[in-house]
């Protein structure tokens, strides 16, 4: 049944927070929305818009995207959808991947990597499962929301090929591989134009070049005017009711301002949506097997950055100083929107306790709030001197959506609080919670060994005590570079802008690309991550196919323990006609191999991620070559490396009078035109005695041909040159 106008504008708005509007007179119920992405927050009853009703609280993304393992990220996916159903939700609001721009940023706890492919490969199979359970996700935050000082306005200022490569590639990928049913648009502008407004990203990129079939919902307040929106491409405006909006769009289709078309067709995308999950069946969840599996993802996030002497794992008999306040009261997600009530939370110290064969004994080190504590110093310090080992428990105080970081430092004494109890005992363990990388560098050399546990969701404390006594052989790499300091960052020039704009400074040079191109030091790269074993990479071998590259390399377990190793292919391009980053992450596998074993590992580069966005064209080109591909357990730790020659995409550009006398030569059909014109003229004035001359043409090589051809004298004339375009180009 069609639906009024004044039909098809009430419901492209919310009928209130977490609801779409229903339309009763054409059947159209209404459907839940709610968050996500690392759980399901049902608002309880009750007007607390953040209070969920229990639910899974899953390890947010900055510890699921350490595992490398898109099969996990799968599982977790079912499973939300599965707790989805239980609560009659239709779309969970995520997930979130934009770019770790800054390891200030206030959300990145929420977000994957600060590499494209990594957040793509792991955000496609998180929406793959979750929509296999006939609930829609919600990719977000479309486009450019790496930061979240000024966001609902900050303009983030970004060249085409860095937007292109960096910035919208995840959302591409998840776009043309998965389908999510909706797309959520960000709060910010991009170079200039509100996310909510921008025809060319919400129409011309997302439906026209990567074929979104879904709708587009405006992250919650991000709609500035609904006219405009729907003109652009967004469908339905999150929350609402919002009857001022409906009645705008109403007069602006009555006035002519407004294609009658368009708000037609985003009233069509919401009533589809809404039917489509009017199909899912209902379904309850196991909160158990939940709980398990939220314990396996997290003992498969955390990353151990340091084990000097083998200290960890831990044996069942050692007496054990636990120390630090976060070791009871675990930090396990961050603040906002994403917020969980969890079904259950674990804690270390409890978990350490019934894993220990000795005596376990706490001092909380320090308090929540972060003030210098002497008295808890000195208790810390004491139960360390007694222990054999003493595993500290440090870690971020504050992270939440709406503020960036300020610092990426622990508190001023739980570093204090390292450095004594590692003094009273050498063989002291730091565990660290943190949303986003904290600097490991003031005091790390002075403790043996380093735990990078993140936020672990409701089930970090057991996870971290499987991997403290090796139940877990860790296998969790960094997918973020933590730097010496925030300093050496290459975001940290141009972050967080003024005066409503943030220049994208470093372009392309994001996280570990920046690292690299300027040879930097830093604290832990890019990938890494140790195991309590150790693995051997043979020759690796490279083929082309049609489709890509296919990359095998056999990797052996040396050590005694069966293990994981996150094996990653970084593709270069030498003497490429762009700048291109040293290395670039373009496939990873994560492979368990028993001890002793080998594993003959097969990784495939798509072809579509060698490409590089060509600004001359507007498009994506794979450029000809031979391609460097280096396969290793880190971007810094390179353990076989081969060749492989990729043919090239047709890229001829074609001859304007635009184009310089050095193009117009480079190019050979341009040469041969250009040359002749040249030849024909010789003799005929002052120009043509340089167009005769080798060095005199170098010299002529960067004017654009219609600018020669307006030099007194010169060879050619303006009558000329549209000639010579169309013989260079038929
Ligand atoms: C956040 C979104 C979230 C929405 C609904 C916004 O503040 O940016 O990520 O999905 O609220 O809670």
């Known amino acids: 049944m069609d639906l009024s106008t004044s039909e098809q504008a009430a419901i492209t708005s919310g009928g209130d927070f977490w609801h779409t509007s229903p339309v009763e007179s054409a059947g159209i119920p209404a459907v839940t929305v709610t968050d996500g992405p690392h759980g399901v927050r049902m608002q309880a009853t009750g007007g607390d818009l953040l ?19 898109p099969e996990l990220l799968r599982r977790m996916g079912e499973a939300l959808g599965d707790e989805c159903r239980a609560q009659d939700v239709a779309v969970l609001l995520g997930p979130g991947v934009n770019l770790k721009r800054t390891p200030l940023g206030g959300r990145n706890f929420e977000y994957f990597s600060e590499d494209p492919i ?13 929509q296999s359970r006939g609930v829609g996700a919600s990719l977000k935050h479309f486009a450019v929301n790496s930061q979240e000082t000024e966001r609902m306005r900050i303009s983030a200022d970004v060249d085409d090929r860095t937007l292109r490569e960096m910035y919208l590639r995840a959302f591409q990928r998840v776009v043309t ?79 002519g301002d407004l294609d009658p078309d368009l708000l037609r067709q985003s009233a069509e995308r919401v009533r589809e949506m809404v039917l489509k999950a009017g199909r899912r069946p209902a379904g309850g969840y196991d909160a158990e097997a939940h709980h398990a599996l939220a314990r396996e993802i997290a003992g498969r996030a955390i990353v151990l950055l340091k084990n000097d002497g083998g200290l960890l794992p831990l044996g069942s008999s050692s007496t054990l100083a636990v120390i630090g306040e976060f070791a009871r009261s675990p930090r396990y997600q961050g603040g906002g929107s994403s917020q969980i009530t969890p079904t259950r939370l674990d804690d270390a110290l409890t978990e350490i306790t019934a894993a220990a064969g000795g005596e376990v004994r706490f001092a909380a080190g320090y308090t929540v709030q972060g ?84 936020l672990l969701g409701q089930a970090g404390g057991s996870a971290i005590a499987d991997v403290l006594f090796g139940r877990v052989n860790p296998s969790g790499r960094l997918a973020e570079t933590i730097p010496v300091k925030l300093a050496d960052h290459p975001s940290y020039l ?30 832990y790269p890019f990938g890494f991550g140790l195991s309590y074993t ?14 890509g590259v296919e990359v095998r390399v056999p990797v052996t377990n040396t050590g005694v323990r069966d293990g994981r190793e996150v094996v990653q292919v970084y593709v270069s391009l030498p003497g490429s006609r762009v700048r291109r980053a040293p290395r670039e992450l373009k496939a990873f596998a994560s492979v368990p191999v028993a001890a002793g074993d080998t ?86 004035g002052p120009m043509s005695a340089m167009t005769a001359n080798p060095e005199m043409l170098m010299m002529l090589a960067s004017l654009p041909l219609a600018r020669l051809a307006a030099f007194p004298g010169s060879p050619l004339s303006a009558g000329d040159l549209e000639k010579l375009v169309a013989a260079a180009n038929y």
């Open 599 to 684: 594993a003959d590992v097969v990784l495939t580069v798509d072809r579509d991620d060698l490409a590089y966005w060509d600004i001359r064209l507007g498009r994506w080109i794979v450029e000809g070559g031979e391609y460097l591909i280096e396969v290793g357990a880190s971007s810094r730790d390179v353990r076989a490396s081969v060749t492989v020659h990729v043919a090239g995409d047709p890229d001829r550009m074609p001859l304007t009078t635009e184009s310089s006398v050095g193009e117009w030569f480079a190019d050979p059909r341009g040469a041969e035109v250009l040359g002749a014109a040249f030849a024909e003229a010789a003799g005929d």
């Open 177 to 255: 591989r998965a389908q999510p049913w909706t797309v959520m648009c960000a709060y910010n502008r991009i170079n200039g134009v509100y996310a909510s407004e921008h025809h060319w990203l919400l129409t011309e990129v997302l439906r026209g070049e990567w074929g979104f079939e879904g709708l587009v919902v405006s992250d919650w307040g991000a709609v500035v005017d609904r006219v405009r929106a729907v003109a652009a491409g967004l469908d339905l405006t999150m929350p609402g009711p919002d009857a001022d909006g409906d009645a705008a769009l109403v007069a602006a289709v009555e006035s």
């Open 51 to 69: 209070a969920g009703v229990p639910a899974t609280c899953f390890p947010p993304a900055v510890a699921s995207a350490s595992t490398w393992d």
């Open 371 to 454: 003030d210098a504590d002497e008295g808890l110093l000195a208790e810390a310090v004491a139960v360390a001197k007694a222990a054999d080992v003493a595993i500290v428990f440090v870690g971020s105080v504050h992270e939440t959506e709406g503020a960036d970081r300020t610092s990426i430092d622990l508190p001023d004494t739980q570093v204090t609080l390292i450095e004594r109890v590692a003094a009273a005992n050498p063989r002291t363990v730091v565990v660290l919670s943190n949303g986003a990388v904290l600097a490991t560098r003031p005091w790390d050399g002075k403790v043996p060994a380093l735990v990078e546990g993140w």
């Open 118 to 130: 990594l957040t793509g490969v792991l955000a496609t199979e998180w929406v793959r499962g979750l």
């Open 494 to 523: 141009d972050f967080p802008g003024e005066h409503g704009h943030v220049r994208y400074g470093e372009g392309l040079h994001v996280g570990y690309r920046g690292f690299d191109a300027r040879g930097q030091e830093v604290a």
């Open 534 to 547: 150790t693995f051997g990479y043979g020759a690796a071998r490279a083929t082309a196919t049609a489709t």
